[in-house]
């Protein structure tokens, strides 16, 4: 009876041990789970406002955005530096207040008024900003850390709540794709693709903007 009792204990601790290690793996493939466990924080906004770019309220007026868009420059080769440069060489084409990386958010334009990243009529109400295409699986969770924490940094600065825009083209957090898909200005799908491939190739499963929303209510409720 003493041995059977011992059996049923070594099976049932092998169960919970195992079902342990499933989950720790499951985790393992959650980008989300990953910067939780880690405890991956964001860095601090460096603001450099350049002069150069234009002024333009807001639909609402001056200091009046609607919400936030999350872009990503498709560009594999370049750092944040180099995307900032370009960018203050081409703002007449189009200019976003801010660039975040895995170890930078760098606030350019003033956010109290608009920018120039999805066209018309986005433009007149959103802060907009970019994120650069990173290459190693911390320096991507690094870097979504950093934009969710951005992301619910504006929120909160502007009185908004947290609202993902993905499903009924309302809301206060947008991916450049639903703002062309619900408001127009632009066939961009940014930053859908990045999130998907660089999901794949470092976590084994697509980033998807829903998940990037939990981070950044996360953000947003942390005090
Ligand atoms: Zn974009």
């Known amino acids: ?63 009046k955005p609607e919400g936030v868009v999350v872009h990503e420059t498709g560009n594999p080769h370049s750092t944040i530096f180099d995307e900032i440069a370009y960018m203050k060489k081409n703002y007449r084409n189009a200019f976003v207040h801010t660039f975040v990386d895995s170890s930078h958010i760098i606030n350019i334009a003033s956010t109290n008024y608009l920018c120039w990243g999805v066209g018309y009529p986005g433009n007149a109400r959103f802060v907009q900003f970019e994120q650069v295409e990173m290459h190693s699986k911390a320096s991507f969770a690094h870097e979504v850390e950093n934009a969710a924490y951005y992301t619910a ?47 794949r190739k470092y976590f084994h499963k697509a980033y998807t903007m829903s998940q990037f929303y939990k981070l950044v209510l996360r953000n947003y409720r942390r005090k």
């Open 153 to 199: 940094y504006i929120l909160r600065k502007y009185h908004l709540k947290p609202n993902d825009a993905a499903y009924d083209g309302k809301g206060t957090v947008w991916s450049h794709n639903a703002v062309a898909k619900y408001l127009g200005g632009s066939d961009h799908t940014d930053p859908v693709g990045y999130y998907k491939r660089a999901g």
């Open 1 to 63: 009876m003493k041995r059977q009792l011992k059996i049923v204990l070594l099976v049932m601790i092998s169960c919970v041990m195992l079902l342990m290690m499933m989950s720790f793996n499951a985790q393992a493939t959650s980008v989300n789970r990953y910067i939780i466990a880690r405890h991956l924080s964001p860095v601090k906004i460096s603001t450099q406002i350049w002069r150069g770019f234009p002024r333009y309220k807001y639909r609402h007026g001056k200091g």
